[in-house]
């Protein structure tokens, strides 16, 4: 019997396990649930029998990936992959794949949420501002930036996006002003959302000279990835501007020292809850469960990544 894992430190809604569940079931695979694991040694010890895994930001390392014997498919039930070594899946011969668009909708709300929290002043009841009429710059216009647009263009904001691999044309169709650099995009905007991924490239390109350009009262909203952030240079920008605010979905490590000398411009969610609805969960789950059997019935490599 085909054996599917389903590893997730923090768990898929009980609605969305259910569908997983039907998925595999009607399949005649059996699902094997590992939620809120303590150690990295819970998810490598439970690997050793299963066919395909369902993951969400938990790591497959190299090691899961050797102790995995069985293993045919590995489905990050999510957009990023940073947590899935790639080439050590390749080398055992496991297919990765993630389910891209599958949360966005979830990820972009939150984004919303926080700058509206902040904007607020966290919901104190002091004066706070309003988002109509501010300038949102989105920094990637893949599924979340592009929910992300639609919703401020609901707020009556000024959106505008840049992405180096999406064509300004198909930026513009939306209604969102496509800009030419990065470095525009912080110079125009008040408020930035990042949908950047983390990778080599990418991680500690938020830097002092981009956040620094940004007009007053400066907003940087990540729902992204903590990594992408370059952290001694926001600690000196806290220091010199004390107009700028730091929203974020995934806590810096330096968030003890940002919370500590500048509460009132900074916020971090207690745990990484963007992709975190009933919704969102079942449509990742379900997503990454069909692709499981599709990929094992068919040899279907949708959203192969390797
Ligand atoms: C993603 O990459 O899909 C999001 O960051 C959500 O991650 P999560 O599944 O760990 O909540």
Not at 2 to 23: G, M, N
Not at 51 to 59: L, N, Q
Not at 87 to 97: D, F, G, I, L, P
Not at 283 to 291: L, S, V, Y
Request: charged share 25%; net charge neutral; with cysteine.
């Amino acid at each position: 019997m085909t054996k599917v894992l389903i590893a997730t430190v923090k768990p898929f809604a009980k609605a969305a396990i259910t569908k997983i569940k039907e998925v595999f079931d009607k399949a005649g695979y059996e699902s094997i649930l590992l939620e809120k694991y303590a150690n990295q040694s819970d998810f490598v010890n439970a690997v050793g029998e299963v066919d395909a895994i369902i993951i969400r930001s938990d790591k497959a390392t190299k090691e899961v990936m050797d102790s995995a014997k069985n293993l045919k498919i590995i489905v990050r039930a999510g957009a990023g992959y940073d947590n899935i070594d790639l080439q050590a899946a390749t080398e055992n011969n496991v297919v990765a794949m993630n389910t891209p668009g599958q949360n966005s909708n979830a990820v972009a709300e939150l984004a919303i949420g926080m700058m509206i929290f902040n904007a607020r002043n966290k919901f104190t009841g002091s004066a706070g501002t309003e988002l109509k009429g501010k300038s949102i710059g989105i920094h990637a216009y893949g599924n979340v930036g592009r929910y992300v647009a639609i919703i401020a263009k609901g707020f009556g904001m000024r959106v505008y996006a840049f992405d180096p691999f999406i064509s300004k044309d198909s930026i513009e169709a939306d209604g969102v002003i496509a800009l030419d650099s990065a470095e525009e995009l912080y110079k125009t905007c008040q408020y930035i959302s990042l949908h950047i991924p983390a990778n080599e490239k990418t991680k500690g390109s938020i830097n002092f000279e981009l956040l620094s350009s940004m007009p007053k009262g400066a907003t940087l909203v990540n729902t992204a990835r903590k990594e992408v952030v370059h952290e001694v240079e926001l600690i000196k920008l806290f220091a010199e501007r004390d107009d700028f605010n730091y929203l974020s979905d995934i806590a810096p490590d330096c968030a003890d020292e940002l919370v500590s000398n500048y509460q009132s411009r900074c916020y971090f969610t207690p745990k990484k809850m963007g992709a975190q609805t009933s919704e969102a969960n079942i449509n990742a789950g379900i997503a990454a469960a069909t692709q499981i059997v599709n990929f094992i019935e068919k040899g279907d490599t949708s959203f192969k990544l390797n």
